[in-house]
């Protein structure tokens, strides 16, 4: 059985720091194209940064050079370091990943970035 596990979800103050991971069971971790999607409330979901199984990344660019993607294929965990909280970051976040023939979504876990 697939599972993607979240945390690190939270409120914090405008200009803070959280990191969020992800820790997957049931598949060859290695293999998948591993992120982070968010959906802030009122609109879509959107990719907010991804690396692929040869560590090519991908960010939203409303996040570049504020969020860091990392992973550790050893313990099956994806990270994203989230530093510069701005409130237009709260949204609920969902681990995520995928394949050609397969894709995985984590059940969220919310941001609120407020004063």
């Known amino acids: 059985q697939v599972r993607l596990s979240e945390s690190g979800g939270g409120l914090v103050q405008p200009g803070g720091s959280l990191r969020l991971s992800c820790a997957a069971s049931?598949?060859?971790?290695?293999?998948?194209?591993v992120g982070w999607y968010r959906r802030a409330p009122g609109k879509e979901r959107e990719l907010a940064a991804s690396?692929?199984?040869?560590?090519?990344?991908n960010y939203a660019d409303s996040v570049k050079g504020r969020f860091t993607l990392s992973r550790d294929n050893a313990k099956k965990t994806v990270y994203l370091q989230m530093d510069s909280l701005k409130p237009e970051d709260t949204a609920i976040y969902y681990c995520?990943?995928?394949?050609?023939?397969?894709?995985?979504w984590g059940q969220g876990t919310q941001i609120t970035v407020s004063s």
């Open positions: 995520n990943a995928r394949t050609a023939w397969n894709i995985y």
């Open positions: 049931g598949i060859v971790f290695s293999a998948y194209t």
């Open positions: 690396m692929t199984s040869s560590g090519t990344t």
